[in-house]
């Protein structure tokens, strides 16, 4: 099966600042996708960011940017201008391709953010 | 489009009783998927539908955990004769049939005392 590492369980940043958040995995599969999800909160997951693993340019959605680097099995998430509603538990999840079983996330233990004013 | 709702948000349960929960997906969304997430930890994948029918189910879905999604909409997820170690907060997740991301609904927090 595969597993989702997050090895920084809090991070903290200050207001305006990058930071950056880190996630391994392993997998035996040379196809699949890895996300960033946000949990605020009120605990509701939202999609940050996605990355298909056979593209490699880095994905990126405004302030947000990923480093995948495939050989290394490594999906770390940039936060850039940090803002006070970036404080949330970010979660870093692996799919494999879609298929009729299988499309289960697996998810790392999560990195709880603060921004500092 | 209203997102994944979930009901209800909060549950109390004596040990022992039975609770079920209630996800509704995104409507037209084929696939829904139920996660059990306990504190710090990301969450666990339970079981999977698509459409009508349940395609996968984790270990993790013990006998007393029974998933249904009667008319491939809502899905209901019953829990019998709850213990402690079930408190959690159980999440609902839909996707379309061919798209990668998850849309997660709020969860509903059980408690069982």
């Known amino acids: 099966a595969q597993t989702v590492t997050q090895s920084q369980p809090e991070m903290s940043v200050q207001e305006a600042e990058t930071v950056t958040l880190s996630c391994t995995y392993d997998t035996s599969e040379s196809d699949y996708y890895l996300f960033w999800y946000k949990q605020p909160p009120s605990r509701q997951m939202i999609l940050v960011i996605r990355?298909?693993?056979?593209?490699?340019q880095n994905a990126t959605e405004n302030r947000f940017s990923v480093n995948f680097q495939k050989a290394a099995k490594s999906f770390s998430l940039k936060i850039s201008d940090s803002q006070l509603g970036d404080a949330a538990m970010y979660f870093c999840?692996?799919?494999?391709?879609?298929?009729?079983?299988?499309?289960?996330?697996?998810f790392g233990t999560g990195t709880s953010l603060t921004v500092i004013p | 489009d209203t997102g994944v709702s979930q009901d209800p948000r909060h549950k109390i349960t004596k040990r022992g009783q039975n609770v079920t929960f209630r996800c509704d997906p995104i409507?037209?969304?084929?696939?829904l998927y139920w996660y059990r997430q306990t504190l710090g930890q990301g969450p666990e994948f339970l079981t999977y539908?698509?459409?009508?029918?349940?395609?996968?189910k984790s270990r993790l879905l013990s006998d007393r955990f029974s998933a249904e999604r009667p008319k491939g909409s809502f899905s209901t997820l019953e829990i019998q004769r709850t213990e402690q170690g079930d408190s959690a907060m159980y999440l609902c997740?839909?996707?379309?049939?061919?798209?990668?991301?998850?849309?997660f609904g709020p969860g509903t927090r059980l408690t069982v005392t």
């Open positions: 539908f698509q459409n009508e029918a349940q395609l996968e």
């Open positions: 999840a692996y799919r494999s391709p879609l298929s009729n079983t299988g499309n289960q996330f697996y």
């Open positions: 409507s037209e969304h084929n696939r």
């Open positions: 997740a839909s996707s379309p049939l061919m798209g990668y991301e998850q849309y």
């Open positions: 990355q298909e693993a056979y593209k490699q």
